[in-house]
């Protein structure tokens, strides 16, 4: 089955979203973006910090991400390329508990862009509350983990 077409992702992420903006200072930067690479990005900003929101596409489904990258000062502290560009709550989530668990599933119509996206908002605040708050150690433990594993 096809995906389900326009899907209003800069409002399905305020609305999901807005509690966690409000709470940490978080401010959305403008509108969606297309990537030219098949994903539509919104950005949340506060000082060090942002989320990146994605919602990638293809013929037949959706994929729905969350990414945390570092920038100025915070990103200065970490000495290593690996999470550059961010890194997934899923994998956060993944190196800080071996038993976390999320579903494959590919999402096709907006609820069930709609339950992923609040499914990514869960992780998030389980697992990242401390980098929200611009404390790095759970960033650093992960990095490590990925370092590990990079050249394994």
């Known amino acids: 089955m096809p995906r389900e077409k326009n899907i209003p992702f800069g409002e399905i992420i305020e609305d999901i ?5 409000k709470n940490y200072g978080f401010v959305i930067q403008g509108e969606s973006e297309w990537s030219g690479n098949g994903e539509y990005k919104i950005t949340a900003e506060k000082d060090d910090l942002k989320l990146n929101f994605y919602l990638g596409m293809s013929r037949l489904f959706y994929h729905c ?23 997934s709550v899923i994998t956060i989530a993944t190196y800080l508990d071996p038993e976390y ?11 069930e862009v709609i339950a992923k996206f609040k499914t990514r908002k869960e992780t998030l605040l ?10 790095i150690s759970d960033w650093l433990k992960v990095v490590n983990c990925l370092e590990e594993w990079e050249s394994s």
Not at 17 to 21: E, G, K, L, N, Q
Not at 67 to 86: F, H, M, Q, R, T
Not at 104 to 111: I, Y
């Open 65 to 87: 991400d969350v990414a945390i990258e570092l920038s100025k000062e915070l990103k200065k502290k970490v000495n290593s390329d690996i999470g550059k560009g961010g890194i």
């Open 101 to 111: 668990t999320y579903s494959k599933k590919a999402s096709q119509t907006k609820e």
């Open 17 to 21: 979203y807005d509690p966690i903006f």
């Open 126 to 135: 389980k697992y990242c509350q401390g980098i929200l708050s611009g404390e």
